[in-house]
């Protein structure tokens, strides 16, 4: 798929659980479930889906299963990156082998790189491709921001480097990607509330966790905005603020796997240490947000992966 076919609501998919294994067969629901409701692409092993409890097999086994089950219908995005360089080479190759279609890579945790350090990190990870691939800039997470110098220098050395998946309150950098490098240039929302300030900005799309639980509306939201009726996304982003606040009322992704099981998208609410379940007190105020947006039980499609 070229690059424009990055763009939409590419939801970054929990990892489903089951007796402390992997549910392949879940993960692959999960995927034609976003596929039947429109989403533009699905993200495998996003921050949502508890990466960094994952072995390295076990994410590029995601990258395998939810290559399969797209069948090219949608763009699969693959996020390979981790706080070691070896890790994220190895995470990327594989990515690259099974087909996906583009690349996340964020920026390594901990580390707390200079920012000439990451330039030289991010073209090592991927100066053996021709996969599009995109810098996941997410400081809450990381403790490390990138500069516009940084992904200037990215642009200008690396002819794949097309975007970046932005989970920063800083719409001031959005502006000055889009100037800079073109409207061309792919920026993904990564902070649920700030989906459709920044998509009316130039944002070319939405990787954010609450697509798990409601995709159509935000297929409704970047439809709304690319006709550019402004007032109906106004609208949607008011009627979606419950819920994309609740996604914060704890760690990610334990609301949001709350709401799913709920929601019968689940099965098995289970998580690995250091996360775990919602407490009671998040579940009830969960519980309220579920009702209060409308959300119902539904069954899910078989995969036909």
């Not at 659980?17 to 692959?28: E, L, S, V, W």
């Not at 920012?115 to 810098?135: C, D, G, N, S």
């Not at 998509?199 to 070319?204: E, I, K, Q």
Request: hydrophobic share 45%; charged share 20%.
């Amino acid at each position: 798929m070229g690059t424009q076919a990055l763009r939409g609501s590419i939801p970054p998919l929990i990892t489903p659980f089951r007796q402390g294994a992997i549910d392949a067969d879940a993960y692959a629901r999960l995927v034609e479930f976003q596929v039947a409701e429109g989403s533009h692409g699905v993200l495998v092993n996003g921050t949502t889906a508890e990466p960094s409890t994952l072995t390295v097999a076990e994410r590029n086994h995601l990258v395998d299963v939810a290559v399969r089950s797209a069948r090219g219908r949608v763009p699969v995005i693959a996020a390979t990156g981790s706080q070691s360089l070896a890790e994220t080479k190895t995470l990327t190759d594989h990515a690259v082998r099974a087909g996906a279609d583009a690349l996340l890579i964020v920026t390594p945790y901990y580390i707390r790189p200079p920012q000439h350090a990451l330039i030289e990190y991010f073209l090592e990870v991927t100066k053996a491709h021709q996969t599009p691939w995109m810098v996941y800039h997410i400081p809450g997470r990381t403790a490390v921001s990138v500069t516009i110098e940084t992904l200037a220098a990215l642009k200008e050395r690396s002819p794949h480097f097309v975007g970046m998946k932005h989970a920063a309150n800083d719409l001031g950098l959005v502006t000055e990607c889009l100037i800079r490098f073109g409207s061309d240039f792919r920026i993904f929302v990564g902070l649920e509330e700030l989906s459709f300030p920044m998509m009316a900005l130039g944002a070319c799309g939405l990787m954010n966790a609450v697509g798990n639980i409601a995709p159509r509306p935000l297929v409704d939201l970047c439809a709304a905005v690319w006709s550019n009726d402004l007032a109906l996304a106004r609208t949607i982003h008011e009627r979606l603020f419950d819920l994309n606040r609740a996604v914060f009322f704890d760690t990610n992704p334990i609301p949001m796997k709350y709401l799913m099981a709920r929601a019968g998208l689940l099965t098995a609410n289970e998580h690995r240490l250091p996360l775990a379940p919602a407490t009671p007190e998040v579940a009830r105020r969960l519980d309220v947000v579920f009702d209060r947006a409308g959300l119902k039980r539904r069954e899910m499609a078989p995969s036909t992966a």
